[in-house]
C-alpha cells in the first residue's frame, strides 16, 4: 500500500510557476518502482491525465495542453514526485492528484489507484 500527500499547490497569476509535490510512504513495496501520474480535476470536469512518468524516471509523456509547460520528475531517495508547473494559464485551474499504476505509462485514471486528496491550483488572469 502506498499513501500519497500532495502539496505546493497556490494562487499565482498567468504565466507564473507552481512546483508541486508527491509525498509517498510505502509499505513493503518501495515507491521507486511505480510508475506515477498527475492529474487534476476542475469542478464539474472529469478527471485529466496530465503527466506520467516510469519507475527509473527516464520515460515521461504528457498531455497535449501542458506539453513543453510542465514537467515532470521524481527524487527516489526522498520517494517524493513533483510536477514544475511554467507559463501557467487560468485553464490550468483545477484539483491535482497524484496517483499511481501498475501499467506503465498509461493516461485513463481508471488504470490508477492510491490517489492522494489533492492540493489546489487557481491561476488568475
Known amino acids: 500500500q502506498v499513501q500519497l500527500v500532495e502539496s505546493g499547490g497556490g494562487l499565482v497569476q498567468a504565466g507564473g510557476s507552481l512546483r508541486l509535490s508527491c509525498a509517498a510512504a510505502?509499505?513493503?513495496?518501495?515507491?521507486?518502482?511505480?510508475?506515477m501520474g498527475w492529474f487534476r480535476q476542475a469542478p464539474g470536469k472529469e478527471r485529466e491525465f496530465v503527466a506520467v512518468?516510469?519507475?527509473?524516471?527516464?520515460?515521461?509523456h504528457y498531455a497535449d495542453s501542458v506539453k513543453g509547460r510542465f514537467t515532470i520528475s521524481r527524487d527516489t531517495t526522498k520517494n517524493t514526485l513533483y510536477l514544475q508547473m511554467d507559463s501557467l494559464k487560468p485553464e490550468d485551474t483545477a484539483l491535482y492528484l497524484c496517483?499511481?499504476?501498475?501499467?506503465?505509462?498509461?493516461?485513463?485514471?481508471?488504470?490508477?489507484?492510491?490517489w492522494g486528496q489533492g492540493t489546489q491550483v487557481t491561476v488568475s488572469s
Open positions: 496517483a499511481k499504476t501498475n501499467y506503465g505509462l498509461v493516461t485513463g485514471p481508471d488504470q490508477y489507484d492510491s
Open positions: 510505502a509499505s513493503g513495496r518501495t515507491f521507486s518502482i511505480y510508475t
Open positions: 512518468i516510469n519507475w527509473s524516471g527516464r520515460t515521461t
